[in-house]
């Protein structure tokens, strides 16, 4: 199967972005993964698809798998990169679209200084919803169902702040990011047996109120250089504690980003950059 793509990027988190708007592939797990693949394929840390919707109120459908194969809820790096692709490839004339997403509708703005906001929606505390099981972690006291403790391996515990930013993340504080031991922690917290369908895992180093650095571990695809909805899900949980403003700069290994929001019931508003890389076309093994 010969097929086109485009490779895109958004603060160094890279895609590999597929028109389905005239009809589905049909890939497999094996063909995701294959063009995930950075020595035998594009290269990329999770594959987009822009699909037709069937709601005549949405834009669009957007599907995202990541480079283990699998699907997922939701890319907030991605978001920004879809409206561009979308944009860019005449598939419409509009500079905010709607998107379907797995946990509802995103809306995607394409701003005049070229960078991209997303209403990413307000974020999930309801812990069947993010999914969480709770009875495989410790509560803490007075963190009304926001802080857990989780046993990593023998003695080791970490405490993480649980939400879903339509999908779900574990985000930690930690005094330095750099040193933070994201490659040991990251894939312990990710198949911790509280989260039934793994978890994103957020490092958060707290600078001032308004600017944070981030490292992300994130599910199915390990340490990528930055997450969109792992920022927004650090400030979120920032905010929630007392430690940050409701707009702040989250500066991560490709980039920085902003992430606004202004308290209980509110969206979560993101903006970066979103990079077209190059376009192909390439061979895939049935």
Same mark, same amino acid.
């Given at each position: ?19 389905? =708007? ?42 995202? +798998? ?74 803490? $006291? ?13 003695? *080791? ?11 779900? +993340? ?19 917290? $990710? ?26 571990? *994130?599910?199915?695809?390990? $340490? ?20 940050? *403003? ?32 190059? =376009? ?5 093994? *049935?």
């Amino acid at each position: 199967m010969r097929i086109r793509f485009t490779k895109m990027q958004g603060a160094g988190n890279d895609f590999v972005v597929l028109d389905e =708007t005239q009809g589905l592939l049909g890939l497999t797990p094996a063909q995701y993964r294959f063009m995930a693949d950075r020595h035998f394929g594009v290269g990329a840390d999770q594959i987009l698809s822009v699909r037709s919707s069937s709601n005549a109120d949405v834009d669009f459908a957007y599907v995202i +798998h990541n480079s283990d194969g699998g699907e997922v809820e939701n890319c907030g790096n991605g978001a920004r990169c879809f409206v561009r692709f979308v944009r860019e490839q005449g598939l419409t004339d509009k500079t905010t679209v709607k998107v379907q997403v797995h946990g509802g509708v995103i809306a995607l703005s394409e701003l005049p200084d070229g960078s991209v906001l997303v209403d990413m929606g307000p974020p999930i505390f309801a812990l069947p919803q993010v999914p969480f099981d709770s009875s495989k972690a410790q509560a803490m $006291e007075g963190s009304s169902d926001l802080l857990w403790q989780l046993s990593l391996r023998e003695q *080791e515990s970490v405490d993480v702040a649980v939400l879903s930013m339509g999908n779900p +993340h574990a985000v930690m504080r930690v005094e330095d990011v750099a040193s933070a031991p994201v490659a040991l922690w990251g894939p312990l917290i $990710e198949n911790h047996a509280a989260f039934p369908k793994r978890v994103n895992a957020g490092f958060l180093q707290v600078l001032s109120r308004s600017v944070v650095k981030l490292r992300v571990y *994130e599910r199915g695809a390990g $340490e990528t250089l930055a997450c969109g909805t792992g920022a927004c899900a650090a400030v979120v949980a920032g905010i929630q504690q007392g430690w940050l *403003e409701h707009k702040v700069q989250v500066h991560t290994h490709g980039g920085i980003l902003t992430i606004e929001w202004q308290g209980a019931g509110a969206s979560v508003l993101m903006s970066g950059p979103a990079t077209t890389v190059f =376009t192909g076309e390439m061979e895939i093994p *049935e």
